[in-house]
């Protein structure tokens, strides 16, 4: 199941977080490893956004807890098909 993530954080001053911005990329670099975040991005300003592939709305809760446990942050979480499933979809349409 693919998910993208669009972090903002609390607006707070950047230099007071930047051990934990150092913790947030040393969280999510195994995630990487694994397979269970295909890519991330640094926010131009601040924030950030991930590209989840999980097995179920449960492990998507647990990191996007773990992620705000680090950086606070409002997220915004946007359920996507891949192209296979995307065309799958369209030729059961017509």
């Not at 993530?5 to 930047?18: F, G, N």
């Amino acid at each position: 199941m693919l998910f993208l993530v669009i972090s903002t954080p609390r607006p707070e001053r950047p230099s007071t977080l930047v051990q934990d911005r150092s913790r947030y990329w040393d969280w999510i670099n195994p995630l990487i490893k694994i397979g269970h975040v295909k890519s991330v991005y640094a926010r131009v300003g601040r924030g950030a956004i991930a590209l989840f592939d999980v097995d179920s709305n449960e492990v998507l809760h647990r990191y996007m807890n773990e992620w705000a446990d680090i950086i606070p942050a409002h997220m915004e979480v946007f359920p996507l098909l891949d192209v296979d499933h995307a065309k799958a979809f369209l030729a059961t349409q017509s």
